[in-house]
């Protein structure tokens, strides 16, 4: 009761101030990650009595849950296929090679690696939250094009990589000769092509006819306001429930019934919204706080040299050159391609993959692999918090000046994909005279 006290406290703290942090280095993500250490077992050891890695496990699968279908439903699948070159080459050509950069990097400083697990390592801190950097997203001077790739590419990535991830944790374990657990090659390929099929089938049919069915009863006037945001959220804990009871997998599940619900109801998306920006927001805030608490805290204080190295490569070196790679012959000014490098943040997916691995009892060194993610994590709230609103501020002066025929500043339209309010970040135009 302590814990939940505790929290209440801290978001009624963090709103009545939240307007004048607005833009500062004091972002929603450093404010409740530091407050949830000094409640951990580092400090004065509030929420550490009452949770448990089960419950910091469930909290983040539900939130999970709720963010891949909500990022899938406000991708604009067809204005995508219109403008789809900066975030198709971040997805096809910078992913991959951020997993295999990453590889290299686990295998070079952690000789107990094997390939597979320093392969799923990778994949573990591949995915980003742009969520953790609001502020780039939302300055309105920051060029439309630049935001919102970053805006697609990290909607898109979680549930892109956690396929990956989930055929790396079948090779780690498949690799791993103290392994406990049994099978054979072809029972653990059976096993990963079941959770693939069956995530996907189940999320496209479960997607496609619960947004038409929405649509239909909306159209007709039988819903509220209210149960139109609610049955989204129904809508996503069936989606995961239904694949989970099928043997596929409920977050990629998840991930393409929102893809499918934003494509046959186009128009229930911004319930969608409504959703992300209040309820998301919540989820998102108390799993940060968590999980900062009850995992982060006791991990940190194990962080060796190697560990501190690895999150410090893959923010700094690993996604900038990826991203750089990818991005070449694109005519982006070298600003724009390391502005797009550096704002990657790691966030939700990251801890949530990373807690999934250690309940695996086949993967060897998940303990360090947990240890590596949460690093990079806690660093990445902290760094990409606080330069954010400086160097959108910034960047976003710059950019302005180009010319129209620039590539940062073709034209895509605000609709090209809603700007993330989680986080409740906002940083207006500065020719705003208010």
């Known amino acids: 009761m302590t814990a939940i006290l505790l929290i209440a406290a801290l978001i009624v703290v963090f709103g009545l101030v939240s307007g004048r942090l ?45 963010v891949l279908f909500t990022d899938a439903a406000r991708i604009n699948l067809a204005v995508l296929r219109r403008e789809y070159s ?87 374990g498949l690799s791993n000769e103290d392994a406990t657990t049994s099978g054979t090659t072809t029972d653990w390929a059976q096993f990963a092509a079941a959770q693939v099929g069956w995530g996907v089938l189940a999320g496209i049919v479960i997607g496609a006819s ?19 945001r609610l049955a989204v959220v129904g809508l996503a804990a069936a989606t995961y429930a239904g694949a989970e009871s099928l043997g596929g997998n409920g977050f990629i599940a998840a991930f393409m019934a929102g893809l499918a619900f934003g494509t046959v109801a186009r128009r229930e998306c911004r319930h969608v919204d409504d959703f992300a920006s209040r309820e998301g927001e919540l989820l998102t805030i108390i799993t940060f706080t968590v999980f900062a608490a009850v995992v982060a805290g006791d991990q940190l204080a194990d962080v060796e040299w190697r560990a501190f190295a690895l999150a410090t490569a893959s923010l700094l070196l690993v996604r900038p050159l990826a991203v750089a790679i990818a991005l070449a012959g694109t005519g982006l000014r070298l600003e724009s391609v390391l502005f797009l490098g550096w704002f990657g943040p790691r966030g939700l997916a990251s801890i949530l993959f990373a807690l999934l691995v250690v309940e695996q009892a086949g993967v060897a060194n998940s303990a360090t692999i947990l240890l590596i993610a949460t690093t990079t994590v806690m660093l990445s709230v902290l760094a990409h918090g606080l330069s954010a609103a400086p160097w959108a501020r910034a960047f976003g ?4 000046k180009l010319d129209a025929a620039a590539p940062e500043q073709k034209d895509m339209g605000e609709h090209y994909l809603p700007s993330r309010h989680r986080w409740s970040i906002h940083v207006p135009p500065r020719n705003n005279q208010h």
């Open 22 to 66: 607005r833009g500062s280095p004091v972002t929603a993500p450093i404010f409740f990650v530091a407050a949830g250490l000094a409640m951990g077992a580092t400090g004065i050891g509030a929420i550490d009595e009452a949770a448990d890695h089960e419950a910091i496990r469930v909290l983040a699968e539900a939130t999970l849950v709720l």
């Open 210 to 228: 619960g947004g038409w069915m929405l649509q239909r009863a909306s159209a007709a006037g039988w819903v509220t306001s209210t149960y139109q």
């Open 86 to 172: 900066l975030p198709l080459r971040l997805l096809g050509i910078g992913l991959p090679l951020m997993i295999l950069l990453g590889t290299g990097a686990a295998m070079l400083l952690f000789d107990e690696f094997s390939l597979w697990q320093a392969a799923l390592l990778a994949a573990v801190l591949a995915p980003t939250d742009a969520a953790l950097g609001a502020a780039v997203v939302s300055d309105e001077e920051v060029p439309v094009r630049i935001r919102q790739t970053l805006n697609v590419e990290s909607g898109l990535n979680d549930g892109i990589v956690l396929p990956v991830v989930l055929v790396l944790v079948a090779l780690a």
């Open 397 to 400: 002066a710059r950019a302005s």
